[in-house]
C-alpha cells in the first residue's frame, strides 16, 4: 500500500487544506449542476472520481454519472460497481464499445494486438473509450473528470475548467490541484468505497492488460501502458486539444 493511502488524519494542516478544497470543490460542482445541464461525471472508479461521486451524491446535484465498460476491466473494478450501487443506491450508467469496431480491431491485430505499437493501443483505446464517450457525451454541455494536475506529464498545466474542442463542451476538473495525499485523506475520512486494487500498489486503474503496480517512488502513471515513453500515456479521452 502506498503511504499516501495512508495519510495522517491528525496532521492539522493537511486537514485544513482538504477542508478548503472540498469546499471549493463542492461549490463548484454545484455551480456547474446549475449553470450547464445536462451535464455528467465520467467516473473511470478510481480514486479521485470516487470522491467527486460522493460529493455530488451527498448533496443530491442533478449529474449524470456514468462509466465506460471497455470489457476489459480488472475484476475488481467490476466489485466497485456493484459496491457503488449498495453503498450510494447509485447504479452507474454504463457505456460499452461498439462490437463491430472491437471485432475488426481484434480479427486485424489480434486480441492483445495493442502491445505491438503505440499506434495500435491508441486504436484500441478508440474502440473501447473513446467512442463511448463520445455517445455518453452526446447532448450534454459539459462533463467533469478527476483529473488532478500532479497525475502524469502530460497533466502538469492542468486547469479547473476548459472548453473541450474535441467533444464541442465545457470539461470541468474539481480535483486538478489535489494532491494524491489529499484525496486520500477524503476518502478515509468520509469512509469512500474505493477500488481494492489501490491496496496493491496500483495508483491508476484502467484495463487489466494495460495496468500494473508500481513500485514506491515511481510516477502514479507509471503502471499505465508501462512499455511506452511517459509522453504517450493518454488513451484519447482527455486529449491537450482544448483551450482555457
Known amino acids: 500500500m502506498h503511504p499516501n493511502m ?8 493537511l486537514r485544513a487544506a482538504l477542508e478548503t478544497k472540498t469546499a471549493a470543490a463542492a461549490a463548484l460542482l454545484a455551480d456547474i449542476a446549475r449553470d450547464f445541464q445536462p451535464v455528467a461525471l465520467a467516473n473511470s472508479l478510481g480514486a479521485e472520481d470516487m470522491v467527486l461521486t460522493d460529493l455530488i451524491v451527498k448533496a443530491g446535484l442533478g449529474i449524470e454519472i456514468f462509466s465506460l465498460d471497455t470489457g476489459r476491466l480488472p475484476l475488481e473494478t467490476y466489485a466497485l460497481m456493484d459496491e457503488v450501487r449498495k453503498h450510494y443506491g447509485l447504479t452507474l450508467k454504463l457505456y460499452y464499445p461498439n462490437h463491430e469496431s472491437v471485432e475488426i480491431f481484434t480479427r486485424n491485430h489480434g486480441i492483445n494486438g495493442f502491445y505491438d505499437s503505440v499506434e495500435l493501443r491508441k486504436a484500441c483505446c478508440h474502440a473501447r473509450k473513446v467512442e463511448p464517450l463520445q455517445r455518453a457525451l452526446a447532448g450534454k454541455k459539459a462533463w467533469i473528470t478527476g483529473l488532478r494536475a500532479q497525475q502524469a506529464a502530460t497533466r502538469t498545466a492542468l486547469p479547473l475548467r ?3 474542442e474535441a467533444n464541442g463542451l465545457e470539461k470541468f476538473s474539481p480535483l486538478a490541484d489535489w494532491s494524491e495525499k489529499e484525496v486520500w485523506a477524503y476518502i478515509r475520512l468520509h469512509a469512500v468505497p474505493y477500488n481494492k486494487l489501490h491496496d496493491q500498489f496500483y495508483p491508476s486503474i484502467g484495463c487489466a492488460p494495460c495496468t500494473r503496480p ?3 517512488g515511481e510516477d502514479v502513471r507509471a503502471g499505465r501502458w508501462w512499455w511506452e515513453n511517459p509522453d504517450t500515456k493518454e488513451c484519447g479521452l482527455h ?4 483551450k482555457a
Do not use: G, W, Y
Open 214 to 216: 508500481v513500485a514506491i
Open 239 to 242: 486529449v491537450v486539444r482544448s
Open 162 to 164: 476548459a472548453f473541450d
Open 6 to 13: 495512508n495519510p495522517d488524519l491528525a496532521d492539522t494542516a
